[in-house]
């Protein structure tokens, strides 16, 4: 059964980075896309970055574009998401999703596995 299981979120100051991790129990990963969500308190979970199958292709929410990126390591069977230049607004759960198939989903109901989420926290 397909799992995924997100690392790395934690408390960080305005202005400075994390890195997030998926790794991701997948037999055939390179024919999976992945993407990055996030749900803020009180509000409704949204897209952040998509990466296909052999992170040719990638794409991004216009909040994050040119402060996040998104990456994999198909070796490995893990998706990273690394985040600069963080804002407070950028606090939220991160979950991360993945599909078999070809291209890049932005939307949520695209995706069929989801990890657990990790919580990101940016003070100012």
């Known amino acids: 059964q397909e799992q995924l299981v997100e690392s790395g979120g934690g408390l960080v100051q305005a202005g400075g980075s994390l890195r997030l991790s998926c790794a991701a129990s997948?037999?055939?990963?390179?024919?999976?896309?992945m993407g990055w969500f996030r749900q803020a308190p009180g509000k409704e979970r949204e897209f952040v970055a998509t990466?296909?199958?052999?992170?040719?292709?990638?794409y991004y929410a216009d909040s994050v574009k040119g402060r996040f990126t998104i990456s994999r390591d198909n070796a490995l069977n893990t998706v990273y998401l690394q985040m600069s230049s963080l804002k407070p607004e950028d606090t939220a759960v991160y979950y991360c999703a993945g599909r078999r198939g070809f291209g890049i989903i932005s939307t949520e109901d695209g995706y069929a596995y989801w990890g657990q989420g990790t919580q990101v926290t940016v003070s100012s």
């Open positions: 997948i037999h055939t990963f390179d024919t999976y896309i």
């Open positions: 990466i296909g199958g052999n992170g040719g292709i990638t």
